[in-house]
Every structure is written in C-alpha cells, then in structure tokens.
C-alpha cells in the first residue's frame, strides 16, 4: 500500500503528465466548443485526466476518485491553468458532482459520479424556465408521480449546452399545494428520455452555447429523486452557492496562475500592446485605463482567493459567494469599456483573419448568466448584511394561488402548438 | 476585517480595538479637533505597549512582531485605528522605523529604534513637495555638501504631524541623486507652518528648511540611493493607509446598514427597498475585494516579494477609489442627517477621502502601474 502523495509530490506529477498528455490552451481560444469535434474532443481529454489520475484528487476513490484533499484539487488546478481543459464538463464536476456527493443515495453516487470522472456524461442545469430565471422557486415545470416513475411537463432554459448533455438536474414542482418554496424537488433527468426536445439558442455575440428544452410527458425512474421528495429548493440553494464561487474563481476546470497565494501577481500587457500598435501607449488617460483593468483582475483574483477560503472554512456563509458573482459582473463590463476605449476602432471593425476584439465582449453580459447581478445583491443584502426582504406574499401564499407568468420570454418553439 | 487570523493576531486585534474604545470615543475625538497637536500622548504611551510602534523594528532594538510578518500584523494594527478613528501620526512613525531600521548605522538605531518602540520618539516623513506631489525623487528641496556635513534648503508639504515630530525624515536632492535626512526639529532653520485639514482625525504641515545644517549623522543610507528605499518606504505607507481606509470604511458603512434597519419611511424600513440594499450590498462587494487586496499587499510588502510594488499600488488605487466612493454615497442614504456636523459619518467620510489624495489618488496610481509594467523585461 503506498502512502497518499502530498500536496507537492502531486503537483510535480501533474505538471508532468499534463504536459506530456494535455495540449496547451490556445490564444484567445474561447472556453465552451459546443461543436461536435469540440465535445469529442473534451471527451476525450477528460477520459484521459481520469486514466492518468490526475483529476478528482478530492473525490472518494469508491467513487472513482483520488481519494485526496481539496489542497491538492487547487494543485491540480494551479497546474491545468495553461492547458486546455474538457470545460463542456463545467456543469458536470461544478454543480453535478458536489450535489451529488453531498445528497445522493449510495447507488447515485456509484451511478454517476465515476461517469463524470471518466468522460462518459456531460451534466446540465434545469433550473431557469422561459416563464422565470431570478424567481427560480416560482417553477412552472410539472412533475407528477405515476407509479414508478415521474412524469414531467413543462419547459427549461439557459441550459449550456444541452444539446451534448447527457443528465440534468431539473427543478419541478412536486406540490402546488403549498408555498413555493416547500413544493420543489431536483430529478435526475436523462436527456435521452422520450418526450425531451431540445433546441440550441443562439446569442447576441452569434455563440451558439445555451439551448431550451421542451418536456413532453418525459418519464424518469422514481428513484431518480436527488435530496428528497419537496426538499428540491434546498438543493437549488446548495446548488446556487457552488455555481457563484465556481464562476467567482473562473468557473474553468483549470484553475488561474493566481489561484494560490504565493504564486504572485501577473499583469498581461495584452492592453499596452494593442495601445502601442494605435500609437496611443503614451496618452495618460489610455495609460491610467490600461491600469485600471490591472486593478480590476488582480482584485477580483484576491477576492476570490479569500472569499473561497472563508467559505470553505467557515469564516463566511455560503451566499458570500454572491460577492464574487457580482464583482465579476462589475469587472467584465467595465474590462469591456476599456478594452473598446483601448481598441479604438479596430474595437468595431477588424480584418476577419484576426480574433474577435474587444467591441464583441461588449455585446454580452457577465450580469445575468448564472444568475442576475440583481439577485447577487439581494443574496449580500438579505444574508450578509441582514437587510429585509421587500415585503411579497409569495414565501407564504399556496404557489397555486400565486400570480405568476403566462408568456413565454423567448421566441416560441417551432412545430405545431401544443395541445392542453 | 481580516481573516485566517492566528490566536495571537486575534488578541491582538481584540485588545487594539478595545483600548480605542475606552480611550478614545469618538467624543474624544470631537475634543480634539480643535487641539493644535490633536492626539494624546498618553494614548500614544499605552498603544506603544500593544507594540504599535515596534513592528518594524528589529528584536535587538526592543521591536518585533506577534506573527514574525511585521507589516502583516501592523496592518491588523491599522485597520483598527482607523475603524477608532485614531488620530494619532502612528503611519508616519512606523515609515521612519523602517527607514532607519532598513537603512541606518548602528549608531543611528541605537539612538532612534528603541525611542520609537517604546512610545518616546514621534516621527514624521517629510515627502510631498508643492511642486512635486508624491514623487519619490524630489527636487525643490536640496542637500548640499558642506563643512560640518550639509546644507539642507527648500519646502516640504503635507507632512503628517510635523508639528508634534520628534525626528523628521526628509528626503532631499543632491546633485548626486535623492538622499535621506534625519532633522530634529529643534535644528536652526526649521519652521513648521500648520495646514488646515480635511481630515479632522489628522494634522499637517508644511515644513520650510532655510539652511538647516546638519552634521554627517543626520545621513541615512547612502547619497544618492535614495529612490530604492523611498520606494519601500512608500510601498509600507500604502499598505498602512490602506488598512486604515479599510477600517474607516467598514465602519462608516456599518453605521449605514443599521440606520437603514432603524429608519422607516412609507411604513417600512428604508434598507428594505432594493434602491438602497442594491446600493449597499454593492459596497459591501467592494469592500471584500478592499479587504482582499490590502491583505494581499501587506504580505507582499513584508515578504519582499517581486510584486509588492504594483500590489500596493493596485491595493491603493482600489481601496483608494471605493473607500470615498462607499462613504459618500453613506451620507446620500442617510439624507439629512448625513450631512450635520452633529452626527459622526462625515469624520469618516473625511478621513477616507484625506487618505485617498495622500500618496497620489486612484488615476496616479493606475498610471504608475503602467510605468512599472513597462520597466519590467516582458
């Protein structure tokens, strides 16, 4: 029997094997491939990194893992920070996977925890709905018991890439009896079940990355049930904590050189550079906005370093991780001014032989994926600093005598209308 | 509010907090501000026992630290005089420390260090020029060679307590290149011109030297390499100043979370409405990355590390910029009563905006990163 390696001993070892099994990140290359050789290629990387034992370092070995520590997990990722990683399994070991080892029976753990591992499934997110994204806990999504099994009706959105994903965690209401909050539960839905259509969404910025799902008398096994049966917001909540501080440290399966305290700070001159090819490097207002993005990255790299830890070790509550997915927000956008101010018209117009400028990122939002900034501010508001809730009946009132949407906020789906 | 803290820096921090609690109140405060030297002394005396003033000081001179990390633990320091609004030149103290502790003769630290751990000896850093602002090479104030040693003219500005200083560090021109000074400020020459301060926690002054001559003691460190100890020196100001601001704002903006619990308005609390809990819990996400960064930069600082030059910079320029920016906008959310002398949020709000122009603002410090970036090799 050998002796568990530490922290450092792991580290050299996964510097070796990455470089020797794992291609370097591209420049500019973005993180999502949702192409089919994008995703077969992930796969493909992400089976390797379990072969080569280098990923899971904190997960259970009966579940596939390496059976090591979250200090070696922030090796591995420290080390990956050049490499390119499988991120089509962002969901999967982000949100699935803690979900799962926290509140899954024995036979879900041992079902799909080592199918993560190995590359075999891609997890989703079903949360949002086209009827409600930041009123997660007003679902309109049905699931109802028959037999079995339950059967689920209804529709989901923001789902990234849905369209390659094998399982998902779908919120549905169980209860419409009682308060919105009580009548939830997480199902483990199989994206090959009948009665699941899904269809690609594309974006502002032309990315095709998110889809929607439609569910049509989708049938899944009783047992299919994560946390129990109505304690379904609990999971969401559990669920929500975890997806604010992934996407706080990058949301990357690979981690940044700054994960780690010591590793220092690095500026990249990318700014300077695109300033001096304008020939703008010695104007002082371009200079103090170049340093103003240094500003912005380093101290969203600190936070993110200290409110993680903090989590972790129980100096801060879980919904501090909402400081990080707001200030994420905050440092796309403002990063994005000053890269289109920087850029200058090359931010509007460029040659197509050369990347996307700054003018794209422009276009986008930090602010709402994974949750508006809005609802980020509540979360600081109301766990944090202990700021009272705007007063609504809607934490109290049956959800079945709740106002709640009737339009779809998105184009409607193609096909014949449904019936009912 | 700094995390991962050891059982000794807890205590620490607990006991700071406590003794500026009972010793100085903020009616305390209000008492001083009409007070030309504006702090007490035997304040200054008890906090010296806490080791306020011996962090950076060598154990052999009666200093050291609860940590081994002098500017870590002393930025603990800080940040509680600042949420005290202690009034006192404690910044400005540990900078000359320091410098004689980095630079000086055996004969100098024995004279200074251990009068300075021990709460005896204030000192001041005298720095900014009118001309000049806060480069660390200035020019209008000059030191020239001559017989007993040199001849020091010219005006120095913005200088922390210069009334009240025992020993004034000054760094002056030479034709050789910038060097440091150390002046007793009983020296002919010296006169001391009291500014009137924004901030009513500090006192300033501009300080004239009209042919102050100084022997060759007064030397610190060696003519000419100056510029690579103002650099350290200014790099353990920031982070000081940034541990204060940190401090001030946390508390400033603790008094406005609970007023907006207490204060009701259209039959509810006024924190209740997202126009204003948006608002404040948007500080409160700047704060962390303020407590984050300032922290960063205190280790970064202590450690010698390759970064501490640009960590205190960025840790300034953010903490610099959100401290006022976070204050300000307090008074907006408190209304009326924000903006009375009666009530105690503008003694923070001044503080953190004295803190954020002293040592260059925001927009100064941004641009100074780039210049750092560029004099590295890419």
């Known amino acids: 029997v050998s002796s568990a390696p530490s922290v450092e001993e792991f580290r050299v070892r996964v510097r070796d094997w990455l470089s020797a099994n794992v291609p370097l990140k591209e420049p500019h290359e973005s993180m999502l491939h949702c192409t089919p050789e994008g995703v077969a290629r992930d796969r493909s990387i992400m089976r390797s990194l379990w072969e080569g034992r280098v990923f899971g370092a904190a997960v259970p070995e009966e579940y596939g893992g390496l059976g090591l520590t979250p200090a070696h997990e922030i090796a ?3 080390e990956a920070a050049d490499f390119r990683m499988p991120e089509i399994f962002g969901n999967a070991v982000n949100i699935a996977l803690p979900l799962l080892l926290t509140y899954g029976t024995e036979e879900q753990k041992k079902a799909f925890v080592p199918n993560i591992l190995n590359g075999e499934h891609i997890w989703a997110q079903l949360l949002s709905e086209p009827s409600g994204g ?12 028959d037999g079995d099994e339950w059967v689920i009706n209804g529709a989901k959105i923001w789902t990234t890439a849905g369209n390659f994903c094998d399982f998902g965690l779908c919120l549905a209401r169980t209860d419409p009896d009682v308060p919105k909050h009580a009548g939830l539960t997480m199902l483990i839905v199989p994206f090959d079940s009948p009665g699941l259509t899904v269809q690609p969404l594309t974006l502002v910025d032309g990315d095709v990355d998110f889809c929607q799902e439609f569910f049509d008398d989708v049938r899944i096994p009783g047992a299919n049930v994560l946390g129990g049966v109505n304690n379904g917001w609990q999971i969401a909540t559990t669920l929500m904590v975890n ?32 300033a001096r090819r304008h020939g703008r490097d010695e104007d002082p207002h371009l200079r103090a906005l170049i340093g103003e993005a240094w500003v912005l990255t380093t101290v969203q ?19 501090a991780a909402a400081l990080l997915k707001a200030l994420v927000g905050y440092t796309a956008v403002r990063a994005g001014e000053i890269g289109i101010e920087v850029g200058g018209s090359a931010s509007v117009a460029w040659r197509s032989s050369l990347p996307s400028p700054y003018g794209v990122s422009r276009l986008t939002s930090q602010n709402i994926g994974g949750g508006t900034t809005e609802m980020q501010l509540n979360a600081v508001a109301e766990r944090l600093l202990g700021l009272p809730r705007e007063p609504s009946s809607d934490r109290t009132m049956p959800f079945n005598q709740l106002r709640h949407n009737t339009m779809s906020a998105t184009p409607a789906r193609p096909g014949p209308e449904r019936a009912g | 509010l700094q995390l991962s803290l050891s059982d000794d820096q807890s205590l620490l921090v607990d006991t700071c907090r406590r003794l500026l609690e009972d010793h100085n109140p903020v009616t305390r405060v209000r008492e001083l501000i009409d007070d030309p030297v504006g702090f007490d002394r035997s304040l200054w005396a008890r906090g010296a026992e806490l080791g306020w003033f011996s962090m950076l000081v060598p154990e052999e001179y009666g200093g050291g630290s609860v940590s081994g990390q002098g500017l870590v633990d002393l930025s603990l320091v800080a940040e509680e005089l600042g949420r005290g609004l202690y009034p006192g030149p404690f910044l400005s103290t540990n900078v000359v420390a320091a410098a004689i502790t980095e630079l000086g003769t055996d004969e100098q630290k024995a004279r200074y260090l251990p009068g300075i751990a021990a709460g005896d000896i204030i000192a001041t850093w005298a720095l900014a020029e009118p001309d000049r602002d806060w480069s660390a090479t200035p020019s209008s104030l000059t030191a020239t060679r001559s017989s007993r040693g040199f001849l020091l003219n010219g005006l120095k500005t913005t200088v922390q307590h210069g009334g009240s200083a025992d020993l004034i560090l000054v760094t002056a021109s030479t034709p050789e290149g910038p060097a ?63 541990a204060d601001s940190n401090g001030v704002t946390d508390r400033g903006f603790a008094m406005t979370v609970q007023y907006s619990k207490d204060r009701v308005a259209f039959g509810r609390p006024i924190g209740s409405y997202q126009a204003l809990k948006h608002r404040m819990a948007w500080y409160r996400v700047q704060l962390e990355g303020s407590y984050a960064i300032a922290a960063y930069a205190s280790e970064s600082v202590s450690r010698r590390r390759e970064d501490a030059g640009i960590a205190a910079r960025i840790a300034k320029a953010h ?7 976070t204050l300000h906008d307090c008074v907006q959310m408190h209304g009326g009563i924000g903006m009375t002398w009666d009530y105690d949020l503008h003694l923070y709000v001044r503080r953190v905006i004295s803190n954020e122009a002293v040592y260059g603002a925001p927009n100064e410090q941004y641009r100074k990163l780039v210049d750092l970036v560029e004099a590295t090799v890419p």
């Open chain 1, 76 to 78: 591995f990722r420290e």
């Open chain 1, 134 to 145: 930041s009123d997660l806990a007003g679902a309109l999504t049905r699931a109802v018991r």
């Open chain 1, 243 to 274: 997806e604010r501080s992934a996407i706080g440290r990058g949301w990357s399966l690979g981690g940044s050189r700054s994960d780690g305290t010591d590793a220092g700070i690095v500026l990249s001159r990318a700014l300077l550079e695109e």
């Open chain 1, 301 to 319: 790299a600190a936070a993110s370093r200290r409110v993680s830890a903090a989590i972790r070790s129980g100096e801060l509550p879980g919904p």
């Open chain 2, 180 to 242: 440091h000074f150390l002046v007793e400020p009983a020296a002919t020459g010296v006169s001391v011109d009291p500014l009137v301060a924004l901030d009513l926690t500090s006192r300033f002054s501009e300080l004239r030297f009209d042919g102050v001559e100084l022997d060759g003691g007064a030397l610190l460190g060696r003519v000419g390499d100056a510029a690579a100890s103002a650099e350290l020196l200014q790099q353990i100001a920031l982070c000081l100043q940034c």
């Open chain 2, 319 to 325: 903490v610099g910029k959100w401290s006022s920016v």
